[in-house]
């Protein structure tokens, strides 16, 4: 990766204890912001990226030459228009875009961290990732939103910080990760680490690393970012570049093509190790158990302004996840909105053109500011 | 594998010209029989097995002593008792359970044949075990049934032999593979050949197979044979053997240590170069295309009673494309029949102790007996 010098970092000098019992100290957040911050500080927004997601909200990406992850949404009289607003997104701790993580160098012992990286968790994301408003003297955020790992950080924020933000977006996501998407999360990480070069992890002071098992895991979590009737509409059975089946393992249809892309451009951007840390990040997200079993109490006597976005097609975080949270919320007596959007792009809609949502977010966000 | 003398085989000589192109004979078909064939051979019912399944349909499979894979629909005084009826199931060709496959063994070379084995397609699959109504001296069947890739063999079986079944039961399939099947089948299919063991197919002669490759595509197929309530039911997010998560890469929940089971007891019984062939075939099967886009013509004229089943929970092939079925059928003028049961036991219900349609089965069978 090139362009090293593009990622944007403070180093937090304040020790974070995680859950996992550690203590970190001194570590770098890699972060990026779009737009001008207010005279009163009171328009930044603070999003959160996903699974496979980065600081480059918009525009493009200095380190992989490609849009930014929600440039549908995000800039100069976009939805959230950076003529207007101050966005803020950090890589999480974990990930592989400059912020602490396994690719990370141990200091003491001359070589990446590897697995010697502790098992973080939303809220350690989430703590790490408050710091930032320290950084830009912001006392009171104007949104926290995200979709998919970006809305459990949104629902984490709210928790911990409840007068740090006057609305808040979770978009396409569940207080409580599913026995579905744990298990092929795990899918995931049996796929790199089947794969001979992993090591154990220690591949970043190797020669190789598990290209062929972190494309395998994006394969699997591609194809749920997506939605049957999607998947049938855009593919269906049409062949690649030939006119009849091959009778061999070639990639016959353009779905196989497509897929096989998905994975292999995935390895030149990201780090097997970060993916196994943030899934497993993502797997033990359980706010409702944080709260003692009642999802409302991570919401009690909150003044924020909640929009609670799902998507009819969906089925990685349905809406009746999303619903979920919307209950807890009333239940808090929470000022909460609701919408499920109808599309058939999938849990991937958030990221997407859907003009359905850019719309109702852009209102939201208008009618609250 | 033990046991292997209590395979029993026929070699088929009669020329066999496969949809790629190639001409096989002297191969080998293994089958089992359950029940006894009556003395007008009036009461046979032809078994197809789905992707992972063998010729073991009842009973302790004697190679894996494990039950056979529809134990709770045949067998004594079962809905399909063989007291009364003569169940017929053959290992597919491309399979590893004692029919031409890749892990046969090529003469000419004296080694496995892997990947020199040829593509087959399910219409030669249904061919080459047409070759059973020969040896059992069986004019017509009584029925042809089979669940998910056995459902497939049913409708290509009806309209390739119109005349050699009285009924027919396709369940849980579809008449053209999806978009989203056939992503599903190549992740599955990747996983195996990112391992480095796979060694293009040739491991076969070597000393290492591709088991955590399997194993991963196992992983990956089982997750879609069970539903997103039937999961979050059985294990929602219940630990395994602890009181609390560990902060690791070990299997914390149920789930992840259930799918590790499945995938490396897979690995056992199962020949990854198989999974491929399987899998393909799967892939490649487009009745419709086989009858220029109009599948009713699949059945013109056709005398057969046919009863399609599908399942609520089932999203891999779900009710909708056993519609179609059902649809083509009425276009075709044909006498059929079908249910949708009620199950959150997903695709594999077909497999389960679903009683709804277990009794569905029967009741059929006996009203047309």
Redesign the interface.
């Known amino acids: 990766m090139n362009n090293l010098e593009k990622i944007k970092k403070i180093i937090i000098d304040k020790p974070l204890k995680l859950?996992?019992?550690k203590t970190i100290k001194n570590y770098p957040i890699a972060y990026e912001t779009y737009g001008k911050l207010s005279e009163n500080r009171d328009n930044a927004i603070l999003a959160f990226h996903a699974l496979s997601g980065d600081q480059f909200v918009t525009g493009t990406n200095p380190i992989t030459n490609k849009p930014g992850w929600w440039s549908h949404l995000v800039g100069t009289n976009k939805a959230i228009d950076t003529n207007k607003f101050f966005v803020i997104c950090a890589n999480v701790i974990g990930g592989c875009m400059g912020s602490y993580g396994p690719s990370s160098n141990d200091a003491q012992k001359n070589k990446k961290l590897g697995?010697n990286f502790?098992?973080i968790t939303i809220n350690d994301m989430v703590n790490a990732q408050y710091n930032l408003l320290d950084y830009f003297k912001i006392d009171k955020l104007f949104s926290v939103m995200g979709g998919s790992m970006g809305g459990m950080q949104v629902l984490q924020f709210v928790a911990n910080y409840p007068n740090k933000t006057k609305t808040a977006i979770p978009i396409a996501c569940s207080a409580?990760?599913?026995?579905?998407n744990?298990?092929?999360n795990?899918?995931g990480?049996?796929?790199i680490?089947?794969?001979?070069n992993w090591m154990k992890g220690d591949y970043l002071n190797l020669e190789n690393s598990p290209d062929?098992?972190l494309?395998?895991a994006r394969?699997?979590a591609h194809?749920t970012y997506?939605s049957?009737k999607g998947?049938?509409e855009?593919?269906?059975?049409k062949l690649q570049e030939r006119d009849d089946?091959k009778?061999?393992?070639d990639?016959?249809?353009q779905?196989?093509s497509y897929?096989?892309h998905q994975?292999s451009a995935f390895v030149d951007r990201f780090d097997a190790n970060s993916y196994?840390y943030i899934t497993?990040a993502m797997?033990?997200f359980?706010l409702t158990?944080q709260y003692n079993g009642n999802l409302s109490n991570a919401f009690k006597n909150t003044k924020i302004k909640f929009f609670v976005i799902s998507f009819t097609s969906d089925?990685l975080y349905?809406t009746s996840e999303n619903k979920e949270i919307v209950i807890a919320l009333n239940v808090a007596g929470a000022d909460v909105g609701f919408i499920e959007i109808v599309s058939d792009k999938g849990h991937d809609s958030f990221l997407l053109d859907v003009p359905d949502f850019l719309k109702s977010v852009k209102n939201f966000l208008e009618a609250n500011y």
Chains 1, 2 share one sequence.
């Not at 680490?193 to 001979?196: I, K, N, R, V």
């Open positions: 859950d996992c019992g697995t502790p098992i409580s990760h599913s026995a579905q744990i298990a092929l795990e899918l990480r049996q796929a680490m089947a794969d001979s062929k098992g494309s395998v394969m699997a194809i997506l049957q998947l049938q855009k593919f269906g059975r089946l009778f061999s393992f990639a016959d249809f779905i196989e897929l096989r994975g196994l497993r797997d033990y359980d158990k089925w349905p």
